[in-house]
Each structure stands twice: as C-alpha cells, then as structure tokens.
C-alpha cells in the first residue's frame, strides 16, 4: 500500500483544490471520530484519505471504469452519476492506492448513501463526510454534535436530512440510504 504522504501527493495532483481540502478535513473528522468510537484509527484515516479519489474524474472515465469491471449498475444507479465516484473509488483505491483492506475499501464504496447494517467504519466515514467542518447546511450543526455524542443517533439524522434534502428537491433517492435509514430506526 502507498504511504500516506504519496495518497496526498497523488490527490493533490488529482483532485480539485476544494476537493483536497475537503479530503483532509475528512481525515480530521474521522480519526477523531474513530476514537470515540473506538474503530482502528488507521483505517479511518486511509479510508477518509480515499474516499473521495474518484471524485474529480470525468463521467465518462467512470464510466468506462464502471463498464471494464463488468460493474452491472441498476437502473436507478445508471441514471445518477453522483454516485459513480462512490462506485469506482474502491477500485481505483485499489489500483493506485493499493488497498486491499475490504473494510477500508467498502467504507470507500458506501459513503455518499450509506447502506443497511453499516459497520462502525463504514458510519465513521459516511458521516465525517457530512460533517467535516467545511460543510455548511441548515442543521449541520446538530448532526455534527449528534454524532460526537452517539454515531447511530448521528447517522439517523444525516440519513434523515438527506433524503428530506432530495424529497424537497424532487431528487430521486438511493435506495440504499432508505434501507441504512429503515434499519437504524428498527434497530434503535
Ligand atoms: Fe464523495
Ligand atoms: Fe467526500
């Protein structure tokens, strides 16, 4: 696996200034998170470093990505290029990075929709995502506390804001952040 220092040089290289810094303010978040909640705080770090390596790529690489992999996307999926980066990052993480650790990579893979029965690491990432300190939206404030106080409560209410954010909107929802909802509210 690449060191540290070379995945930020490589994002550096690769990754729109905006884009960079979000991605250190992600390593931020996460590895305090990771002590709260008692997750491997290296894999937290090296997750948060890649999760968002394919961000900055053109729809049509990740798309050519997606196609090589023989990745068979829904029809949901297929309509909603937002997500592809989410979809490739492991793969190229993988790639470049050398990844091989799965729950590093599908921590990589279920960040922008979480999904059903996430792993502690995987809710690390998805969250820190949506709370580093750059991220400004009415009531980040209060998932941002939630989720230093209790992860699930934290995600519930990420999750929550999301999908009210794209039922406002008009947005189709990912299907896979209706079921990490459902579950956490089943299994409070
Ligand atoms: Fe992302
Ligand atoms: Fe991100």
Redesign the pocket.
Known sequence: MLSKEEMKSYLKEHLTESRYNHTLSVVETAIRLAQIYKVDKNKAEIAALA??IA?NMTIYDLKSIIDENNIKLSYDEEKTPELW??IVGPIVGKKIFKIEDEEILSAMRW??TGRENMSKLEKVIYIA?MIEPGRSFPGVDLIRKESFNDLDKGILQGLTHTIKYLLDKGFPIDINSIKARNYLVLNK
């Open positions: 999760h968002d961000k980066h989410s960040h922008t995502d």
